[in-house]
C-alpha cells in the first residue's frame, strides 16, 4: 500500500537547469497537488489538478509547469531553476477537491 | 498575506499532559479546517478534522475545537505521548477562494518523557 510515491527524494541543480519532478498515487483519487514548503512559511500550493484532463494555478505558480498524465500520476516541471525554488516540495492526492488529501515524502530540491 | 496562522512555533509538554495547539484565520469563508502532524523526512499525515457546522470534533485523544466568532481553532492531545512530538499543521478550505487549503505555518510539538 504504497499512497502516494515522489521522486526523486533528494536533488541538487545549478541554476537554468530543468527537472521533473514524478508523483503518482495508487489510492485512485480523483485530485492531486503540489506544494513547497519552506522554512516560516508553511505549505504553499503551487498547481493543483482537480480531475484527469485539468490543471489550475495555486498561490505561488510562476516557474513551475504541471502535467496530469493520466489518473495516478501527476508531474512537476521547472524549466529554468532558480535559487528561489530551493525548496522541500510534496506531492500529494485527495478524494475530490476539499477533502483530507496524502502526501509523499516530499523531495528536497536546492538550486545552486 | 497569511490567512492562517499558528503564532506559537513550538512548545513543549509533559508526558500525559494536556497539549494545546492553537490556531487562526482571517477568512470568514473557511468552511473546512483540518490539522496535519508531520514528522522529520516524512510528508504531512491527516490528523482530524472540523466542518463549520461543528464546534467540536473527538478522535480518541485528539480533539478539535472551532470558535467560529473567534475565527480560532484548537487542537487538544490529552494525555501526550513522546510519539506525539512533530510538527502540527493547520489548514483552512473554502471553495470560494481558490479551491485550495490554506496552510498555517505549523506548530513544533515537543512531549518530553
Known amino acids: 500500500n504504497a499512497g502516494v510515491t515522489q521522486t526523486p527524494k533528494f536533488q541538487v541543480l545549478k541554476t537554468g537547469q530543468s527537472m521533473t519532478l514524478q508523483c503518482a498515487q495508487d489510492?485512485?483519487?480523483?485530485?492531486m497537488y503540489w506544494y513547497r514548503q519552506d522554512p516560516g512559511m508553511g505549505l504553499r500550493l503551487i498547481y493543483y489538478?482537480?480531475?484527469?484532463?485539468?490543471?489550475d494555478k495555486g498561490e505561488v505558480p510562476n516557474g513551475y509547469n504541471v502535467s496530469r498524465l493520466n489518473k495516478r500520476e501527476f508531474s512537476l516541471r521547472l524549466e529554468s531553476a532558480a535559487p528561489s525554488q530551493t525548496s522541500v516540495y510534496f506531492c500529494?492526492?485527495?478524494?475530490?477537491?476539499?477533502?483530507?488529501?496524502?502526501f509523499g515524502q516530499g523531495t528536497r530540491l536546492t538550486v545552486v | 498575506d497569511q490567512q492562517v496562522k499558528q503564532n506559537s512555533p513550538s512548545l513543549s509538554v509533559q508526558e500525559g499532559r494536556i497539549s494545546i495547539l492553537n490556531c487562526d484565520y482571517t477568512?470568514?469563508?473557511?468552511?473546512?479546517f483540518l490539522w496535519y502532524k508531520k514528522y522529520p523526512a516524512e510528508g504531512p499525515t491527516f490528523l482530524i478534522s472540523?466542518?463549520?457546522?461543528?464546534d467540536k470534533n473527538e478522535d480518541g485523544r485528539f480533539t478539535v475545537f472551532l470558535n467560529k466568532s473567534a475565527k480560532h481553532l484548537s487542537l487538544h492531545i490529552v494525555p501526550s505521548q513522546p510519539g506525539d512530538s512533530a510538527v502540527y499543521f493547520c489548514?483552512?478550505?473554502?471553495?470560494?477562494?481558490?479551491?485550495?487549503?490554506?496552510f498555517g505555518t505549523g506548530t513544533s510539538l515537543t512531549v518530553i518523557p
Open positions: 500529494a492526492s485527495s478524494e475530490m477537491l476539499g477533502t483530507e488529501a496524502f
Open positions: 489510492m485512485n483519487h480523483n485530485s
Open positions: 489538478s482537480a480531475s484527469e484532463g485539468t490543471t
Open positions: 477568512n470568514s469563508m473557511f468552511d473546512y
Open positions: 472540523i466542518s463549520s457546522i461543528k
Open positions: 489548514a483552512a478550505y473554502t471553495p470560494n477562494t481558490g479551491n485550495q487549503f490554506y
